[in-house]
């Protein structure tokens, strides 16, 4: 049984940076494709980025290319999320997925989330 935990997550100013890890708890990052997801208050959860199993194929959502890294490391079973120039916008609880498929629309498992905060 795949286990995700997020961490990271925390209180930032506008324009700094935060670096979110997702732990695996069972090992298998390594050959699941994973993904950050975040929810805004009142707005639906959405996409971020997504990582293949072997770290080569990586896609982010259009609000955040230039902006957000996604990366693992499979032999710590950690993936990350790489925040730079961050905005109030950025403001959510973030999410991270994994899959055997590597650009699946339903991910089956997911953690507990880490919430961000950018303040203006």
């Known amino acids: 049984q795949v286990q995700l935990v997020e961490s990271g997550g925390g209180l930032v100013q506008a324009g700094g940076s935060l670096r979110l890890s997702c732990v695996d708890t069972?090992?298998?990052?390594?050959?699941?494709?994973m993904a950050w997801f975040r929810q805004a208050p009142g707005k639906e959860r959405e996409f971020v980025a997504t990582?293949?199993?072997?770290?080569?194929?990586?896609y982010y959502a259009d609000s955040v290319k230039g902006r957000f890294t996604i990366s693992k490391n499979n032999a710590e079973t950690t993936m990350y999320l790489q925040m730079d120039s961050l905005t109030p916008e950025d403001t959510a609880v973030y999410f991270c997925?994994?899959?055997?498929?590597?650009?699946?629309?339903?991910?089956?498992?997911w953690g507990q989330g880490t919430q961000v905060t950018v303040s203006s």
């Open positions: 069972v090992g298998a990052v390594s050959s699941y494709a």
């Open positions: 990582i293949n199993g072997n770290g080569r194929l990586v």
């Open positions: 997925a994994a899959d055997t498929i590597y650009g699946t629309a339903n991910y089956a498992y």
